[in-house]
């Protein structure tokens, strides 16, 4: 094993990015040689031992193209594969290779990471996989040392050609800023301050150039080059105190909009600018028009914030115009920001404004979501959930009372209320699910999206055959149900919550009569409907492949 290791904001995973690209390029020429990587990331609050392992096999049985028949066997059987059962069918699969390389990113971020350490640990010196060379990078914890110290090659990421790296860094950040090239004459005394002050953090550099770019005043650069923050944590108080206090509310909902989005179940690309900019109108002014323009974002979070055009390999530089950000989209500049706000210590600074927790960013997250999706157009037209703001809050709406954001993020009996509302097929907004579901079914904007939850409820309901009408309160039990048991296919042993109904209730409501229909696609690739008349607990949600 190699393991890399350095202070917040070092680069380990640009460093871990660029080592995956080489071993490409060496597996490329080599056909017995195979590759993975891993990026454990905070906002998955998970352990990644088995993540880890599930997503390593898939990558070797891609790269070999050949499952072991034990794989084959796990699948069928329909449950979690254990960690020991994964390692056997890792092992079964290092027989058609001759070497694996494993990049693992963010070994600290997993929580809790005792089990993802002694697994890398068991993979370096079990015989099983000697085949397995692995780099791992993380901070430089006391527990993850403890493990790592003797049965690896340690390299610190503050080393001497750390500060080559930051001034290589710097030059490219003034090629690239068109506000930082009015500083040009200063060039030389910024890059000098800089690299002496950074202590081998290329994001203290960014959070520094990012103060820079918005002197107004040249005369006060020696002045901020003589008072650089010591630190990362003194860095984000600096840039939080900055920001006005009239934009302070918008600041904050932009944060948790970002992070909110980090949990949502595609693929972390982040959040559409021009989507967030109309979540965060409709939050602070109830507008469905962007009041907020794109050089505000900017201005205002431009180091908080990591702006990518989906257009372009390179980052957004500040100032650039991409029509709203309609095709850029936005994530945490680096994970320490979230951190710093999560933190203890923010309470004793002077932005203590600013504070959030895990807890009440999700709960908060998930109401936003819900009070958008009630209030989504019965006519609108939108089905890209990706790039269209209510039809993003109704999908994203389906997962609040299930296990992927967690029913957790719903505390009180007004929260679930207010998700029963969102269940209820009587309400305005629920006619907008048939043509996202239609959409979904056919993977036009993701590849997962049979695993989206809005396809787990019936598209529409109708009066039971010889009955005299709808029992609204028995379609909003079925839904809850049908999303409760979407993830596994598995009956739920535990019943859902439906606003502020007991449990006996509940039941009842269960065996009442509903009808209405699912859509799925025919073998055509057309919409058909699956109809369903019946007891709302023997009702299920039939496959998302053709029928």
């Known amino acids: 094993m190699l393991w890399i290791y350095g202070i917040p904001g070092a680069g380990k995973t640009v460093l871990a990015s660029f080592a995956t690209e080489k071993v490409k390029l060496l597996c490329g020429s080599t056909s017995d040689h195979i590759y993975a990587y891993y990026y454990c990331h905070y906002s998955n609050a998970q352990d990644e031992s088995t993540p880890l392992l599930r997503w ?4 070797v049985s891609r790269q070999l193209a050949w499952a072991p028949p034990e794989l084959k066997r796990l699948y069928d059987r329909g ?16 027989a058609r290779c001759e070497r694996l390389f494993l ?25 099983r996989f000697h085949k397995i060379r692995i780099l791992a990078t993380s901070r430089q914890y006391g527990d993850i040392e403890r493990f790592f110290s003797a049965i690896s090659t340690s390299i610190s990421m503050k080393n001497s050609y750390v500060d080559a790296d930051i001034q290589r860094h710097i030059r490219a950040r003034f090629d690239s800023s068109f506000r930082l090239r009015r500083w040009r004459d200063s060039f030389h005394t910024i890059e000098k301050a800089l690299v002496a002050g950074a202590n081998g953090m290329f994001r203290w550099v960014d959070c520094q150039l990012h103060s820079i770019e918005r002197l107004g005043d040249k005369t006060r650069l020696s002045f901020v080059l003589q008072d650089l923050p010591t630190d990362l944590t003194e860095s984000y108080v600096r840039i939080f105190e900055a920001i006005p206090e009239a934009d302070r509310q918008f600041v904050s909902r932009v944060l948790m909009w970002v992070y909110g989005d980090s949990r949502a179940p595609w ?5 559409n600018a021009k989507l967030l900019l109309e979540a965060v109108s409709f939050d602070l002014y109830g507008s469905k028009h962007c009041v907020f323009d794109w050089g505000y974002l900017q201005d205002l979070c431009g180091c908080l914030i990591a702006i990518r055009d989906e257009n372009s390999e390179q980052g957004v530089a500040n100032g650039d115009d991409f029509a709203g950000g309609a095709g850029c989209w936005v994530t945490l500049a680096h994970y320490t920001v979230w951190e710093f706000l999560t933190s203890s210590h923010i309470l004793s600074t002077r932005v203590s404004q600013f504070a959030m927790s895990t807890e009440a960013a999700d709960r908060e997250f998930a109401l936003s979501i819900l009070r958008h999706a009630l209030a989504a157009d019965p006519e609108g037209g939108g089905t890209n959930w990706r790039r ?24 009180t009996s007004e929260d679930l209320e207010l998700f029963f509302q969102f269940l209820n097929p009587s309400n305005p907004h629920y006619r907008q699910f048939r043509a996202i579901q239609s959409r979904a079914l056919r993977g036009s904007v993701d590849g997962g999206s049979h695993l989206f939850f809005i396809l787990a ?6 009066v039971p055959e010889g009955a005299r009408g709808r029992n609204n309160m028995a379609e909003i039990m079925l839904n809850s149900h049908l999303l409760n048991d979407w993830l596994g296919r598995q009956p739920s042993i535990d019943l859902p919550p439906v606003g502020r109904l007991p449990q006996d209730r509940i ?6 009569r509903v009808a209405g229909a699912f859509i799925r696609l025919d073998e055509s690739g057309a919409d058909t409907e699956i109809t369903f008349d019946g007891s709302g607990w023997g009702i299920a949600s039939p496959p998302t492949w053709s029928i």
């Open 388 to 411: 269209d703001r209510e039809a993003y809050c109704l999908v994203l709406g389906c997962t609040l009372g299930c296990s992927l954001l967690g029913s957790a993020c719903l505390q």
């Open 79 to 94: 449950c979690e594969p254990t960690i020991p059962e994964l390692q056997h069918v890792l092992e079964l699969a290092l």
């Open 507 to 512: 039941w009842e409501l269960g065996e009442q």
């Open 103 to 127: 990049v693992v990113d963010a070994v600290d971020e997993s929580t809790p990471r005792d089990e993802l350490v002694r697994l890398l640990s068991t993979m370096t010196l079990d015989s």
């Open 56 to 59: 390593v096999v898939s990558q």
């Open 457 to 462: 409820i019936p598209a529409q309901f109708h």
């Open 267 to 271: 693929e972390g690309q982040g959040i």
